[in-house]
């Protein structure tokens, strides 16, 4: 298919960290990038006495890019809201605004010095009166077997980048203009010409890659952007972004959000 057929003109693919703080640079940390056909590249942070990226350096410099008036598809890997349970546990309005401003508020890692583990503790934050429980799951969790956003300390755990990233989603969205979709929070259908924001699950993705030198990090990165690519330019996108989910489903996928590639 030409390219002049893709809803989107660049690509971006980030394997997110929960580690550390807002300001540390850390290895796990990965970004690439694809503009239209080419083959995604990482890109480096910019120079500084840092040698990798810092949650901060990233939410930054993806305002910068949504400030430019080039359609962008930006896939995340983490998580971007929290089960219906967790809602009606702490009598939450259904709105994911309010959600992201209630979570900061309580688990504020966008801070400097702050991580999630002394929030965890206790040591900072409220975080203790917005816990969830390991047993607590997204529909999305449930029919991509991917981990609940509150089971910490295991292998594969996205609780921990979850937590560290919401607020960075928040500070994302309030700093953007409005032609940028969060997806399916904005709705399920992605106006023409917008850039839009969606999680992204590297597991669904990078088993469709080569790996070829790259580390485990980098290939989530790199798969999260090539399989965005590959599914625009195949015209397969509007099938993922529209799953087949029942009214009943919708309406608690807009809530808890969705993982792009779930059918």
């Not at 015209?235 to 608690?252: A, M, W």
Request: contains cysteine.
């Amino acid at each position: 298919m030409n390219k002049t057929n893709q809803q989107f003109k660049r690509y971006i693919g980030i394997d997110y960290s929960g580690a550390k703080t807002a300001t540390s640079s850390l290895k796990g940390l990965r970004v690439y990038l694809a503009e239209a056909d080419a083959v995604p590249i990482e890109v480096l942070p910019p120079p500084s006495r840092l040698k990798y990226w810092t949650r901060r350096g990233i939410a930054e410099w993806l305002v910068a890019c949504l400030a430019e008036d080039i359609p962008t598809f930006i896939g995340i890997d983490h998580s971007f809201s929290f089960p219906l349970r967790y809602f009606e546990h702490y009598h939450l309005a259904p709105d994911w605004d309010l959600f992201l401003n209630d979570f900061q508020a309580h688990w504020p890692t966008d801070q400097d010095n702050v991580c999630v583990d002394f929030i965890r503790k206790g040591q900072h934050g409220k975080g203790l009166d917005r816990a969830g429980s390991a047993r607590w799951r997204r529909l999305t969790e449930e029919k991509s077997k991917a981990k609940s956003v509150f089971h910490f300390d295991v292998q594969g755990q996205v609780a921990k980048s979850t937590h560290a990233g919401l607020p960075w989603l928040r500070y994302i969205r309030n700093h953007v203009s409005t032609n940028v979709h969060f997806w399916p929070f904005s709705g399920w259908d992605i106006p023409s010409g917008y850039s839009a924001v969606v999680e992204a699950y590297p597991a669904l993705y990078k088993k469709n890659f080569d790996s070829e030198d790259r580390t485990p990090d980098q290939h989530d990165a790199y798969s999260i952007v090539a399989w965005m690519q590959e599914t625009d330019r195949k015209g397969d996108l509007v099938n993922f972004l529209n799953p087949p989910l029942t009214q009943s489903e919708r309406d608690i996928a807009i809530i808890e959000g969705w993982i792009l590639g779930v059918i």
